[in-house]
C-alpha cells in the first residue's frame, strides 16, 4: 500500500524557514509526479509546488521565489523548503503522488 508521511511542520516567526518532508512507502518518487499542496479553514486545497518526473518544477505565483521542491531518490523523499515565511503561508501541507495518493498532512504556522 501506498503511504505518504508529511514532517517538519511547525511554529516559525514571520522570515523564518522551515523544511518540509515527505516520506513515500509503497511506490518510488522517482517514477511519478510529486507536489505539494496546503489548505487553510474555509479554503481549498491548493497546489503549491510540483515535481515531474522529468524533474521539472511548478510553484504557485504566491510562493514563487520563496519555496523550493526537490526529491531525493535515494531517500524515496520529496522535500519542500519555505524561505521567508509569511503569516499567510499558515495551513496544513499536504504531500500527494502522481494526482492520487494523499499524505495526512503536517501544520505550519506562522507567526507575526
Known amino acids: 500500500q501506498v503511504q505518504l508521511v508529511e514532517s517538519g511542520g511547525g511554529l516559525v516567526q514571520a522570515g523564518g524557514s522551515l523544511r518540509l518532508s515527505c516520506e513515500v512507502s509503497g511506490s518510488s518518487v522517482r517514477f511519478y509526479t510529486m507536489a505539494w499542496y496546503r489548505q487553510t479553514p474555509g479554503n481549498q486545497r491548493g497546489l503549491v509546488a510540483v515535481?515531474?518526473?522529468?524533474?521539472?518544477?511548478n510553484y504557485a505565483d504566491s510562493v514563487k521565489g520563496r519555496f523550493t521542491i526537490t526529491r531525493d531518490n535515494a531517500k524515496n523523499t520529496v522535500y519542500l523548503q519555505m524561505n521567508s515565511l509569511k503569516p499567510e503561508d499558515t495551513a496544513v501541507y499536504y504531500c500527494?503522488?502522481?494526482?492520487?495518493?494523499w499524505g495526512k498532512g503536517t501544520q505550519v504556522t506562522v507567526s507575526s
Open positions: 500527494r503522488l502522481a494526482y492520487a495518493y
Open positions: 515535481f515531474t518526473t522529468g524533474g521539472s518544477t
